[in-house]
């Protein structure tokens, strides 16, 4: 069975700083990877995935993620926070290959909130 | 592409009533799910079908709660009688098989007094 731990409910930033959300996954077998966010009111957004290839992956916001095998993360970062991008965001994982019948596997959230 | 769709966006009801919300997956989507969030537990996992036939419905809370698909474009999460505590909202997503994520509705605020 496949685990996704969050490891900060809360993050506090001051615009403009960088920032890294922190996940972390256990998998028996391969997976994918992705990172949803929420903002308030509305419905859970995809914002970046890794399916294979370069670990590095890019969201078109700024945003970015890398895939660490051997420390199982998928943390995500971005050099520089806009008030817009106050939300929430969860990290997710499914597995790998065609028998998958979609399930993902989320983990609690981190609220990300930036301040002016 | 439409997304998927659900409705109503918000419903307001009384404590002992049937509530039925509704979702249209994306066209070509096989897999669908229903989940429901709240402050206190977060994204809870209540159901899915593959292909139209439910294949974990281990979240699902009490027996008051029921999940058809009867086609592939259509689900309902039925809940008779609703409680206070159903307050929530419910999201409905579709993805394909192969596990390359889900594509979510934009939920439902149920609010049970």
Redesign the interface.
Known sequence: AQSVTQLDSQVPVFEEAPVELRCNYSSSVSV?L?W?VQYPN?????LL?Y?SGSTLVKSINGFEAEFNKSQTSFHLRKPSVHISDTAEY?C?V???????????I?G??TTLQVKP | DAGVIQSPRHEVTEMGQEVTLRCKPISGHNSLFWYRQTMMRGLELLIYFNNNVPIDDSGMPEDRFSAKMPNASFSTLKIQPSEPRDSAVYFCASSRDGGYGYTFGSGTRLTVV
């Open positions: 994918y992705f949803y509305q419905g859970l957004q995809l995935k399916l969860f997710a499914s597995k790998h290959g065609s028998s998958n019948t979609g399930k993902l989320f609690q959230g």
